[in-house]
């Protein structure tokens, strides 16, 4: 089997001369029509690209991005243009995040955007901004942390807004439609968008807020149920005011979210009120989806497939997303990065399969780009406790330095986007060569959504 390798190429039409004088007249003949391209069924084949890793910090990781993206049939990219309060692109009121490689004209959302549209296939690109962390050192925390940041029932901080804050809902919600007024987006998609848990929304402007609306006279406690349904209701009023304005002023830029599913899933609806996304960082995301007010959801089915009661974990969600009832509105999330390439391959296959009823979801979402298996991220390489969990061992496979352990994470990532697209193989550390099975071998359009 040939190993493909390096980064493959965009389909680009280009004329070249020669520069040689004419020395007939005879007319050419005309340049064959390109063939056309034999497109699977529409579904969301999509990427994470996070900005913590390599894949639009500098021109050359974009051309490499779109050209991978395009060699693995993925149609839709998930760029991180905001991590901690910083910008990956030039036209923000926040600073210009600092491992931006180039000069200083450089966009790199604007070039991420220029090439994926123009490669054939396109590449649907969304803009993908975490939402209420900030991270403790950036401008907007420095700045007002101490009216704007989350609290915890003990007074901690951890770098995240605090929702129950008016000005946090204004400037955030500013902060996203600045993207979608300024660049081409496809889409904005929301990570973060939620409290960090059950004991948090404890800033002296949220409290204050809460008891002059329900009368309370004391602060509430972490597990009182009109505090929790408080906090909720501010995660879910930025979620629908972002729709409304988005939907109002750029209706074609699609809105999206990037979902909790901590532990395992509710069998039915009515065991949603007992998911930790509803009752511990209060992400109503059942409601968002049935009210229409996000075009998309990603729930990140986190889960490692080499755990048999992990394995139980991401089946049961996935279940609950095909007969939900908005199975058309979910694009569901696989964590390559705890598994290895085969279990990454045959959870996309059980995402896009039909449910017992016939329900399909609109396709897949992968995270991430640079961390594509359990050797392809420095979650594990770089812990060597972590390492020592994984069921195939040595981990290192006797590497001895950390920057080897990195190149062979490269390898594999490179690697991964062959076997998302076409029979191939890869060595591990106990079993050798392992054989992989793609899951698109057509390139594929994105699925048209409900209207909402």
Not at 48 to 74: C, M
Not at 119 to 148: C, M, Q
């Amino acid at each position: 089997m040939a190993r493909v390798a390096g980064a493959g190429a965009v389909i680009l039409l280009s004329i070249s001369c020669s520069g040689q004088t004419a020395t007939s007249t005879a007319t050419p003949s005309p340049s064959p029509s390109p063939s056309p391209i034999a497109y699977g069924p529409p579904q969301y084949r999509a990427l994470w690209v996070d900005a913590f890793h390599d894949g639009i910090k500098s021109p050359a990781q974009v051309e490499k991005l779109v050209a991978d993206a395009h060699r693995g049939n993925i149609n839709a990219l998930f760029v991180q243009v905001r991590k901690a309060g910083d910008a990956y692109f030039n036209r923000s009121d926040e600073p210009r995040a600092a491992d931006i490689k180039g000069p200083i004209d450089f966009d790199p959302l604007a070039y991420v955007i220029r090439l994926a549209h123009a490669a054939v296939p396109r590449i649907e690109v969304h803009a993908w901004l975490n939402t209420f962390f900030a991270g403790e050192s950036s401008k907007v925390y420095l700045e007002h942390g101490d009216a704007w940041g989350n609290r915890a029932a003990d007074g901690s901080a951890s770098g995240y807004l605090d929702p129950g804050v008016p000005e946090v809902q204004v400037y955030t919600h500013r902060v996203f439609m600045d993207v979608a007024k300024n660049y081409d987006v496809d889409g904005l998609h929301m990570d973060f968008v939620r409290y960090p848990g059950s004991s948090w929304g404890y800033s002296p402007v949220s409290v204050l807020l809460y008891m002059l609306e329900t009368g309370a006279k004391v602060a509430p406690a972490a597990g009182d149920e009109g505090w929790k349904a408080w906090r909720r209701e501010r995660v879910t009023a930025f979620v629908r005011d972002l729709h409304d304005d988005l939907k109002s002023e750029n209706p074609n830029v699609k809105l999206s979210g990037a979902l909790i599913c901590f532990g395992s899933g509710p069998l039915t609806a009515a065991d949603w009120s007992k998911t930790a996304a509803y009752g511990s960082v209060f992400q109503d995301w059942n409601t968002w989806l049935a009210k229409g007010y996000l075009d998309f959801g990603v729930p990140m089915n986190y889960d490692s497939d080499w755990s048999g009661l992990e394995k139980q974990w991401f089946d049961r969600w996935l279940n609950f997303e095909k007969d939900s009832g908005f199975a058309d509105r979910i694009v569901t999330g696989v964590g390559a990065f705890l598994n290895y390439p085969e279990g990454t391959l045959g959870q996309i296959r059980r995402a896009v399969a039909p449910s017992a009823h016939g329900n399909r979801v609109l396709g897949v979402a992968i995270y991430s780009y640079g961390s594509t298996s359990v050797y392809g991220t420095d979650d594990f390489y770089g812990s060597p406790d972590l390492a020592s969990g994984l069921p195939r061992q040595p981990y290192s496979d006797g590497i001895k330095d950390r920057a080897s352990l990195a190149g062979r994470a490269r390898t594999f990532n490179d690697w991964f986007m062959t076997q998302l697209s076409k029979p191939d193989y890869y060595h591990d550390v106990e079993y050798g060569w392992v054989a992989t099975v793609p899951v698109f071998t057509q390139p594929a359009l994105v699925p048209v959504l409900p209207s909402s």
